[in-house]
């Protein structure tokens, strides 16, 4: 299927632990996103790569470290989790093309819970 | 940095009547404002979208209007069904060109509860 896809769809942790989200699409976008939305559905962005460059690093501690492998898998590993990371974080994607903003396919969200 | 204001939060309707989300925005220099839709327990997915170059949309019972000079856009969905049960967010966005590379920086609202009642 053509798709976003982000693995786990679920996490269980402990505080202090370090964890990580893997998402891949192959809709043959160029700009990948992470966004976290909290308990009361906020959907707050947190970085963007284009072509495994960094676009965007909103202000995000630095525990959240993401990395881009090729344009196809955008990663998001987390250090000493805390229990406010608690949330679903959405994989996104799109294709921007010159200034023309694309629309955003999203994952199905991974459910991260601290405890 | 760009601000998006959406109310209400919460919002219940009997089916067939109207509902509206309105939504301001602070950034005047945004040119591209999309509605999401997201049912329980899934992802965001997108139902209309509008550019600064026009004023108003309609696909079905879906519309969307812009107002720039006032920073507002609105959602309108006439002949409410159950399934329009969701949450709903509007967004707002500027291209921006950074470096080499070009992305959609979307400020989400804080999103509309609307629940249709039989």
């Known amino acids: 299927d053509t798709a976003v896809s982000q693995t786990p769809k679920y996490l269980v942790t402990q505080m202090g632990n370090d964890k990580s989200i893997k998402c891949e699409q192959n809709?043959?976008?160029?700009?990948m996103y992470w966004y976290k939305q909290d308990s009361k559905k906020f959907l707050k962005i947190m970085f963007s790569?284009?072509?495994?460059?960094?676009?965007i690093n909103e202000t995000v501690p630095n525990r959240f470290s993401p990395k881009s492998p090729d344009k196809a898998h955008l990663n998001l590993h987390i250090n000493s989790l805390e229990l406010g990371d608690s949330a679903v974080y959405f994989c996104?994607?799109?294709?921007?093309?010159?200034?023309?903003?694309?629309?955003?396919?999203f994952g199905e969200g991974s459910r991260l819970t601290v405890l | 940095g760009e601000n998006v204001e959406q109310h209400p939060s919460t919002l219940s309707v009997q089916e067939g009547d109207s509902a509206v989300i309105k939504c301001t925005y602070s950034d005047s220099a945004s040119n591209y404002f999309p509605w999401y839709k997201q049912e329980l327990g899934k992802r965001p997915q997108l139902i209309i979208d509008i550019r600064s170059n026009v004023g108003e949309k309609k696909d079905q019972r879906i519309a969307v209007t812009l107002n720039k000079t006032a920073k507002h856009f609105s959602l309108h969905i006439t002949e409410t069904q159950p399934e329009d049960s969701a949450v709903y967010f509007c967004a707002a966005s500027l291209s921006n060109q950074i470096n080499t590379g070009t992305a959609s920086k979307l400020t989400f609202g804080t999103g509309t509860r609307l629940q249709v009642t039989l």
């Open positions: 790569y284009n072509n495994k460059e960094l676009i």
């Open positions: 809709l043959g976008h160029d700009t």
């Open positions: 996104a994607s799109s294709l921007v093309s010159g200034t023309d903003t694309g629309e955003l396919f």
